[in-house]
C-alpha cells in the first residue's frame, strides 16, 4: 500500500465519523464525487464524500408533484442528490487548507510513477511554424498520461471503497452496508464499472436494477 492509499484510507474513515448521527439511520448512498481543482487538469483531482437519505428522496418527490420524475432516478441519480460534502475532501480540493498532506502525497506518488507533465503552451506559444509536428506529439502524449492520471485517482477510490466495506468501518458507523457511489460528472459512462469495481454484489443490487432498466 502507498502512502496515499494509506491517506485516502483514513480519510475516507473521518469522513464515515463526521456523518450527522441523527441522519445515520437514513442514509442509504455513500457518494464519492470524483472532481479537480481545475475541472480538467487531470493532475490534480479529488474525492468529495457526501451522501444521501430516504428522507431526501421523498421530499424531492413530493416537491415534484404530478410532474415526479421516476423515483429510481431520484433515488440513484446523482443529478437529484444534495451532495452535502462537509464530511470529506480528499486531495487538491478547491481550498488550498482541504486537504495539504494528501495533495501533497499525490502530486508524489504521480511524480514517482512518471505521469506528471509541465503545463504545454499550445499554439501561439515561442514554436516556430515548422514545430507544429513537436506540438502534436505533446499533446498526444498529455492524453496518453491523463487517461493514466485518471485511472490512478479511479484505482484510489475504488480501493478507499472496498476498505470502507471490508474493515467493518461502514457497518460500523451506519449500521449496515450501503452503496459506495464513485462518479465524475464528465465521465458518466463509468458509473456503472466504478460501481461493480467499488462495491459487493449484494450491496449494489438495486441499484444495479435500476441502471440496467435504464439502458432498455
Given at each position: 500500500?502507498t ?80 451532495l ?80 470502507l ?36 454484489p ?15
Amino acid at each position: 500500500m502507498t502512502a496515499f492509499q494509506e491517506h485516502m484510507r483514513r480519510a475516507g474513515e473521518r469522513a464515515l465519523e463526521a456523518l450527522p448521527v441523527p441522519l445515520r439511520p437514513e442514509i442509504y448512498v455513500i457518494s464519492f464525487r470524483i472532481w479537480r481543482h481545475d475541472s480538467l487538469d487531470w493532475r490534480h483531482p479529488y474525492l468529495a464524500i457526501g451522501y444521501n437519505t430516504e428522507s431526501e428522496v421523498r421530499r424531492v418527490l413530493a416537491a415534484q408533484g404530478d410532474t415526479a420524475s421516476d423515483p429510481g432516478e431520484v433515488r440513484w441519480s446523482y443529478a437529484y442528490w444534495p451532495l452535502d460534502e462537509t464530511a470529506g475532501i480528499v486531495g487538491h480540493g478547491p481550498e488550498p487548507a482541504d486537504d495539504p498532506v494528501g495533495a501533497a502525497l499525490h502530486l508524489a506518488e504521480i511524480k514517482e510513477l512518471g505521469l506528471w507533465y509541465e503545463d504545454f503552451d499550445g499554439p501561439g506559444d515561442d514554436r516556430a511554424d515548422d514545430d507544429t509536428a513537436e506540438e502534436e506529439d505533446d499533446e498526444e502524449e498529455q492524453e496518453a498520461r491523463d487517461d493514466l492520471l485518471i485511472a490512478h485517482f479511479d484505482d484510489a477510490c475504488v480501493d478507499l471503497a472496498r476498505h470502507l466495506h471490508t474493515s467493518g468501518k461502514l457497518t460500523e458507523v451506519l449500521g449496515r452496508a450501503v452503496p459506495i457511489l464513485p462518479f465524475d460528472m464528465y465521465r458518466a459512462e463509468e458509473l456503472d464499472r466504478l460501481a461493480e469495481e467499488a462495491n459487493p454484489p449484494e450491496v449494489i443490487a438495486d441499484y444495479h436494477s435500476w441502471a440496467r432498466a435504464q439502458e432498455g
